[in-house]
């Protein structure tokens, strides 16, 4: 069985092919800074990478562009379109509608509109995934696995907001949760690499360009920094974050900005790019290495922010026995984590600059000999996480 899975985010395009149920991958490939000029394509096949600079307009022309590869006559992986038996999508907001994978069909193509104002960023790129995938692949089947399941088991006090309770009785107003599968993902690596009973308590620390931080007990999702959209929490490529209400009442009311000039500023035109001008991480800390002190100030707010979910997390889960830094950012980016676990004394966390340093495709403790917390880097995989799930859907 050949299933495609597509992971259409806000700037990227990440898609594998799997065979199941062996879970061999027969080719990858990633698509950056989608809508941006010189985006970058890596595809990886029978051990070559093949990688080229180009202009990617949006997700569409990704999108044909990913087909294209899985069918060139040399580097491709199938010699048609009808060889793929199932394209699992990974989708941002289920809302409370979709608390479990599932087969997509009108209904679930509408509600997931239905829930754009929810994830702007993110759902309408899924959409477009799912019916570009349809029209190029259209005897498989389509399957959803949405972000927002593995945080179901929330308790209510985390998920609830203190607003009157007709919000979450009538309109189902609540914090969801987002980047479900990598968390999901990585924390039940990192139980097998440090076994269960070392792994009880773990902070998963998703950074790309969306971030997000979950508090994980047993293996369950006990809270989360985003909420009831993927807008809040710590700061992002091209959204604020953690933002005062009083903030946007002060826009609208005062500054006498429309509600989508508001919309747009804070989820497309703030965050690290409303900091510094730029969004890719990778060129801010190029900047602030260089000396840069606008770059260099919001790397460490960026840091500050997650220090402080870190902090509270512990308090939830009373304690804590590893620390995962995962995702684009969280796997690759040493200077990150080192601002992030610096001045973490009281807590027992310390790192080993050497090892900090080290880049690799594998599973690593990066902490210091004399630190009481694990601090790992595992490298997430979404890709593999949602082909388990529509390959036990179909099955």
Do not use: W
């Amino acid at each position: 069985m050949q299933v495609l899975v597509i992971n259409s985010g806000s700037s990227s395009i990440k898609f594998q092919v799997f065979t199941m149920p062996s879970a061999e991958v027969k080719c990858s490939g990633l698509f950056e800074r989608i809508g941006l000029e010189n985006a970058v394509i890596t595809y990886k096949v029978n051990g070559e990478k093949h990688k080229k600079t180009t202009d990617i307009p949006d997700h569409k022309v990704g999108l044909e562009l990913v087909a294209g590869y899985l069918l060139d006559s040399e580097i491709g992986v199938i010699e048609s379109k009808d060889d793929i038996d199932a394209v699992g999508h990974r989708v941002v907001h289920g809302g409370s509608t979709f608390a479990e994978t599932v087969l997509i069909d009108d209904a679930v193509k509408d509600k997931i509109k239905d829930l754009y104002s929810l994830a702007p960023l993110h759902n309408p790129a899924n959409l477009e995934g799912i019916l570009v995938a349809e029209n190029i692949f259209s005897k498989a089947k389509q399957i959803a696995v949405f972000d927002t399941a593995f945080h179901q088991t929330m308790p209510e006090k985390a998920y609830k907001y203190a607003i009157p309770n007709k919000f979450l009785e009538e309109s189902k107003v609540r914090a969801y949760g987002f980047h479900g599968t990598s968390h999901k993902y990585v924390t039940e690596k990192a139980r097998e690499v440090l076994g269960n009973d070392n792994s009880g308590k773990l902070i998963s620390v998703h950074l790309g360009n969306g971030c997000s931080i979950t508090a994980v007990k047993d293996g369950k999702s006990v809270d989360h920094s985003m909420g009831f959209g993927p807008m809040n929490g710590l700061v992002m490529g091209t959204r604020c974050g953690d933002l005062d209400p009083a903030v946007v009442l002060y826009m609208m009311d005062t500054l006498k900005y429309s509600l989508e000039e508001a919309s747009t500023i804070l989820q497309k035109e703030s965050g690290m790019l409303g900091l510094t001008g730029f969004s890719d991480m990778r060129d801010i800390e190029d900047k602030a290495l260089a000396g840069d002190k606008t770059c260099m100030d919001a790397l460490l707010l960026n840091a500050y922010r997650i220090k402080k979910f870190i902090g509270s997390y512990i308090s939830v889960l009373n304690g804590v026995d590893a620390i995962l830094f995962t995702a684009g950012v969280g796997e690759n980016s040493d200077i990150i984590r080192a601002m992030v676990c610096d001045d973490m004394d009281f807590f027992g966390i310390k790192l080993n600059k050497e090892e900090n340093a080290i880049r690799s495709g594998e599973v690593r403790e990066i902490q210091a000999a004399d630190s009481k917390v694990k601090v790992l880097v595992v490298p997430t995989n979404e890709e593999l996480e949602i082909t388990k799930q529509v390959y036990a859907l179909i099955n």
